[in-house]
């Protein structure tokens, strides 16, 4: 995708997802150091990586790496990580460990709890925890119910933000981001009315996608209520 064709950034988004924490020594030493973009993204990846379960001594494998589809595109292709974490590893800003009794190169950022891992695996004394390792991969942000609100019905509002927090605590995402898709389809932009699209999947059933189809069709099965008509 060209720059010409990619849409701009929606600024961030106020939600409950986690803050990934930078050391203070990121910025002032190692920044510096980090000439080529590719590095520079790596590392940021690494230690959004590392926030990903940070109850557990975090390392990851090349496999890992190339096994995320938006890291590869990022980087420009399987080639470009692993010249970019070879680059990492003689800059000191991430440590590996060969462990050739599993044929396997560990990865891991160089600071106490990375060092420490190094330290057991060239003594021999590296234990694996036995829990299978689950994939960490990048995706996009969905937009939370108060972008939806702002990109498809109007202004956010105080008054309007706390009715929003309240319909974000009964209804599942997935349903918010539908029944808002529905009122646009119609043209009809009102937060009411998705609330409407929402007590109805909740009383009647969501159902399947050939029924909310069908409702999509016929209005009138949601205007009443909307209306405030009995």
Do not use: C
């Amino acid at each position: 995708m060209s720059p010409e064709t990619t849409p701009p950034f929606p600024g961030f988004q106020a939600s409950e997802s986690p803050a990934v924490r930078l050391p203070e020594a990121f910025f002032t030493t190692l920044l510096p150091l980090l000439s080529d973009p590719a590095q520079i993204q790596l590392m940021l990846y690494l230690f959004w990586h590392l926030e990903q379960d940070p109850t557990r001594v975090h390392y990851v494998r090349m496999m890992d790496l190339t096994g995320d589809p938006t890291l590869v595109t990022m980087l420009g292709g399987e080639a470009q990580i692993g010249k970019a974490i070879h680059e990492l590893v003689a800059l000191g800003a991430v440590l590996q460990a060969e462990l050739p009794w599993m044929n396997e190169t560990y990865y891991f950022i160089n600071a106490p709890q990375g060092q420490a891992a190094v330290q057991a695996i060239e003594a021999g004394t590296w234990q694996e925890t036995g829990q299978p390792r689950q994939a960490v991969q990048m995706a996009p942000e969905k937009p939370n119910i108060y972008k939806l609100y702002e990109s498809n019905i109007g202004p956010l509002t105080p008054m309007v933000a706390e009715i929003l927090k309240t319909d974000e605590e009964e209804y599942p995402p997935e349903w918010i981001e539908e029944a808002v898709r529905e009122a646009v389809s119609r043209n009809i932009r009102n937060w009411k009315y998705v609330q409407t699209i929402l007590k109805n999947w909740q009383n009647k059933g969501r159902g399947n996608e050939q029924n909310r189809r069908d409702r999509s069709q016929n209005p009138e099965d949601y205007r009443e209520s909307w209306l405030g008509h009995d």
